[in-house]
């Protein structure tokens, strides 16, 4: 079986994706015009947080049209900035600590989230999960034969990195060759271990030879969530090198931007714009500078942004806080809602050791006990929607959705059923109310990393309240990171409040979480894998008929809906609710950015696919006093 | 009769040389406060449930970079690396050594493959910087307002100043901060609103840059200050208060001295060892550097990198900070220990 991958169903031509990024953006701006000068304002759109639903996107866009944008402003939008303030984008992220080190192979050998992992490193494929296309970039297609054990990847001819050295696949070979042979490095995983022979028969081809069976080895090549677990290095400035202390400092990439300078003690990159970067025609950002800082408490952060000093925000909690300012009358603030590939999840021990959890009814009474209604509604911040899937709504995930089957489960919210439940295990209650089991009340403890009063803590807590409330001693606890981490790994809780993460191209890759072959018994470390310990022979039967099988072909669908049902009946993890998550962006000095009505792109700043919000902004023109 | 034998040559050397003797003691009281002060330290922090490592890595999936992948090879490669292998003795032991004879933390795991020294090294000049110099100046213009509030403690405006005093001395750094940064930088933009200097500067030793270290430290080092000043003015108005009372400042004054020339000789010097004692104490904290306030004004002191160091679990860092502050304090009290008999001649070395 072979199968040939041309430009894949999914994805799209870069200039065709580009330009129908800008018309639609011209449109809209046309549109925010018109209802500015009919009196609307983009204010209102704004106040309501907006809200991302598949192709409706029904919350009006930010202050984000022309119409909105000052002339001058005051100096103060200047004092944060190291570059004329103009012509820079000012990002906001977590707090960096690594200046001096471009190396992604070791423990923080680099800060990949400070500008390196978006606007200078560049992948082979680029997801776009908000519209659920693929865009080739350094790669052009990929092919797979010999029953998925060859991969062929064909690269792009006209990509060269920022010294001016070609970009080919003898980089890919080296790349991928110094993980593999050396088990120290970070970037390991799929991509090296299935690899049996690497070989690149022309400067812009790479044929991998594998030594399984995958279908889904090119997800390995895909920049989906944040990146991927590997990145092409350039051989000739990584050969001879020592991999576990070499700093590739300038990083050598093939980005649109390169690297000015770091100022550590200020915790900035300051990236310049590369003016001979290979795909300009393609790709050719305004900002002449791109800088990322740690952003400032969230007190300082706000008076910067409106100031105009920042244009994008990273101190958490920021959305109440722009949100206020703009309903305070700020214009020129814009809120950008996108749901997190995470739904929120309550996770569920299923081992023996975990009696009477391992009871899929048990599970199932427990699914009945959360209220996610409640929880979208009351809990989280902007309101979101609730979730029955182990997957987020986006429209390319709504293939994967059977309500046939879902509707055979306890997914809404139902305390009868849950007791009814419980009744027929056996965990029946007393005179008292308090549900018996094995002679004493039952117990269970929630915990959560997320401290009070974080969402998950809230979550779990209300979950808390309505296991009470059935005569369950039922109690919540945050714990600290490594303790819950560790906990988690060794499988010793009961219940978690969290998320679930995995789904970004098929199902599989969620479900395959939980398969037997990972589970290891309670006290021993599970590395990456089924931390609830399943055991379910029959669903992992089918996580290994789909495992070799691509996920797009017809005899994939019945066994995708097998066991769906099967993942349902089974509730390792319960989703609660859509993670709807906002990005706070400023129009003082750039126009352009993806709104609920042209979420054209996903906005987060720390990820790869951020190169193209980047790559859409126009300067406002605004200057300073 | 029983015949009592002479002492040997080292007691009789003891017993000749009381000073020297105490100073021996001291210092052997120094080196075992501090082994045991860093001992405990280190197995407190080792306590942590938890492996770095492992919760590092899962941080990064959980971060949403779940792409990275570990295997169990690398995480057991650098919990050799970060000395976490083996037991806790083994890990003591290994730390110890490392320090003792290497004068070595171990890596930073924040900032791998660097040392946790130099990592501090980078921070605590900009800590020491600020702090110090805000604590002296504190401290110097607080013991001066404090004794003349106590000189003059009946007058409305030494009332006034301790009334004030009282309240502001209690209000944390960080809400003076705060404060501060609302009225001189968020409003008035008189002063940025954090950082050690300005954006567009490189550091250099010229007078640009010095002058916009300066300018950048004003409201961190004012916030201090102003706590400083308040605390230090009620403690040295107390210590002076018991001493107007005392004999030899009348004798004094019967002598038709100028108030001010008792105030500055007689008063003051039986005042201040107390004051000095604190603000020497006070100095090995500002090695941990001001948490709270390093965070609000975004300064790269060790403060904050103690904080970013606790989150990502880096035990070597989080034990550098806190050795160097253990080595800062107990040195800071064994120096006062062989100074203060020169400041005040009533303190003897000899019991």
């Keep these: ?625 | 009769m029983v015949e009592v034998s002479p002492p040997g040559p080292v007691r009789h050397w003891w017993a000749t040389h009381p000073n020297s003797a105490y100073v021996i003691r001291r210092f052997g009281i120094y080196v075992l406060t501090l082994w045991a002060a860093i001992t405990v330290t280190f197995f407190f922090f080792r306590l942590i449930p938890g492996n770095p490592i492992g919760a590092y890595i899962q941080n990064l999936q959980q971060n949403y970079a779940y792409n990275a992948q570990a295997s169990a090879k690398v995480v057991e490669h650098y919990k050799e690396v970060f000395g976490l292998n083996g037991n806790l003795l083994t890990q003591y032991l290994h730390f110890m050594r490392q320090l003792v004879f290497h004068l070595n933390f171990g890596p930073s795991l924040i900032s791998y493959p660097d040392s946790a020294q130099s990592v501090i090294a980078g921070a605590l000049p900009w800590t020491v910087g600020l702090l110090l110099l805000a604590t002296i100046i504190g401290w110097i213009l607080g013991v001066a307002a404090g004794a003349f509030v106590a000189w003059r403690r009946n007058s409305p405006i030494s009332e006034a100043a301790t009334y004030v005093a009282i309240a502001a001395a209690h209000i944390p750094f960080y809400f003076v901060g705060l404060l501060l940064l609302f009225a001189f930088s968020f409003s008035l933009t008189w002063f940025p609103s954090g950082y050690a200097y300005s954006s567009d500067l490189s550091p250099a030793f010229n007078l640009t840059f010095i002058g916009s270290v300066v300018y950048h430290g004003i409201l961190p080092a004012l916030s201090i200050v102003i706590v400083g000043v308040f605390g230090n003015m009620l403690g040295m108005r107390q210590q002076m208060i018991t001493v107007l009372g005392e004999d030899y400042l009348t004798f004094a004054r019967a002598k038709g001295l100028m108030p001010w020339h008792i105030l500055r000789r007689y008063a003051v010097p039986n005042c201040y060892l107390p004051q000095v004692t604190g603000l020497l104490i006070s100095f090995g904290f500002i090695f941990n550097g001001n948490i709270l306030l390093e965070n609000l004004f975004n300064y790269p002191g060790v403060g904050h990198l103690l904080v970013t160091a606790i989150q990502q679990l880096d035990l070597n860092t989080v034990m550098g900070i806190t050795d160097i502050a253990i080595f800062v304090v107990i040195t800071a009290v064994f120096v006062i220990d062989l100074i203060l008999p020169l400041l005040d001649p009533r303190i003897k070395y000899t019991r």
């Excluded at chain 1, 709504?398 to 306890?410: G, L, M, P, T």
């Excluded at chain 1, 979420?599 to 190169?611: D, E, H, R, T």
């Design chain 1, 1 to 625: 079986m072979s199968a040939i991958h041309e430009i894949p169903d999914n994805q799209v031509d870069p200039q065709d994706f580009l330009r129908h990024c800008l018309t639609r953006r011209g449109a809209l701006k046309g549109a925010a015009g018109a209802m500015l000068a009919a009196g609307l304002g983009s204010l209102a759109a704004c106040s309501g947080g907006g809200q991302y639903s598949g192709n409706k996107k029904n919350a009006g866009s930010g202050g984000n049209s022309p119409a909105a944008h000052a002339t001058t402003v005051g100096k103060a939008a200047s004092s944060v900035s190291p570059t004329p303030r103009e012509k820079t984008l000012l990002v906001d992220q977590a707090v960096f600590t690594v200046f001096d080190s471009f190396n992604p192979l070791i423990p923080n050998g680099e800060q990949y989230n400070g500008g390196l992992g978006q606007v200078v490193r560049e992948y082979l494929w680029y997801f776009n999960m908000a519209t659920g296309e693929t865009t080739p970039w350094l790669g052009t297609k990929w092919e797979y034969a010999d029953n998925f054990k060859t991969f062929t990847v064909h690269l792009n001819e006209n990509a060269h990195w920022n010294d001016g050295k070609p970009f080919t696949s003898k980089d890919v070979v080296f790349s991928i060759n110094l993980v593999k042979g050396n088990k120290n490095l970070l970037g390991g995983g799929p991509i090296t271990d299935e690899v049996k022979s690497i070989s690149a028969p022309d400067d812009h081809t790479v044929v991998v030879k594998l030594n399984v069976t995958d279908p889904r080895y090119h997800y390995n090549w895909i920049c989906g969530i944040v990146g991927t677990s590997w990145f092409v290095l350039p051989e000739h400035v990584w050969k001879g090198q020592d991999p576990t202390s070499f700093k590739n400092n300038p990083p050598v990439y093939t980005g649109p931007y390169k690297l000015k300078e770091t100022k550590s003690n200020l915790k900035m990159f300051v990236w310049e714009k590369d003016p001979n970067y290979w795909n300009k025609s393609n790709l050719d950002p305004k900002p002449e500078y791109v800088v990322y800082r740690s952003a400032p408490t969230a007190d300082a952060e706000i008076e910067q942004f409106k100031n105009g000093a920042c244009d994008v925000t990273g101190a958490p909690n920021m959305y109440s806080l722009v949100k206020s300012a703009i309903d305070g009358g700020y214009q020129y603030g814009t809120i950008t809602g996108m749901l997190d590939p995470c739904p929120r999840a309550i996770w569920i021990n299923c081992d023996e050791s975990h009696k009477p959890l391992n009871d899929p009814r048990m599970r199932q009474a427990i699914s009945a006990l959360i209220d996610r209604k409640k929880i979208a509604t009351s809990i989280w911040d902007p309101a979101s929607t609730t979730a029955k899937y182990p997957w987020a709504a986006f429209d390319g995930n709504k293939k994967w959705d059977n309500e046939q089957i879902a509707s055979k489960y306890s997914l809404s919210y139902d305390p009868a059923k849950a007791k009814s439940l419980m009744d027929e295990i056996g965990i029946k209650a007393d005179s008292s109310g308090k549900r018996i089991y094995n002679g004493k009340q039952l117990s269970l403890e929630i915990i959560t990393s997320t401290p009070n009063p974080g969402q998950e803590y809230l979550i779990g807590q209300l979950l808390a309240e309505d296991l009470k409330a059935v005569g369950i001693d039922a109690s919540i606890r945050t714990l600290s990171s490594a303790v819950y981490n560790n906990r988690t790994m060794k499988g010793d809780f009961d219940i978690k409040s969290e998320w679930l993460c995995g789904e970004v191209y098929d199902p599989w890759q969620v479900y395959n979480e939980f398969n037997d072959r990972y589970y290891v018994p309670v006290g021993k470390n599970a590395n990456v894998n089924n931390y609830p310990r399943l055991r379910d022979a029959t669903f992992s039967k089918y996580m290994d008929e789909l495992a070799v099988i691509s996920p797009t072909s017809a005899e994939a669908i019945p066994i995708f809906d097998k066991a769906l049902d099967r993942y349902f009946a089974d509730l390792p993890a319960v989703t609660s609710i859509q993670t709807l998550y906002t990005h706070q962006f400023n129009t003082t000095f750039w126009t352009g950015w993806p709104t609920d009505d042209n979420l054209y792109q996903g906005p987060a700043n720390w990820w790869g696919q951020f190169m193209f919000v980047v790559g859409a902004l126009k300067p406002t023109g605004t200057t300073i006093k």
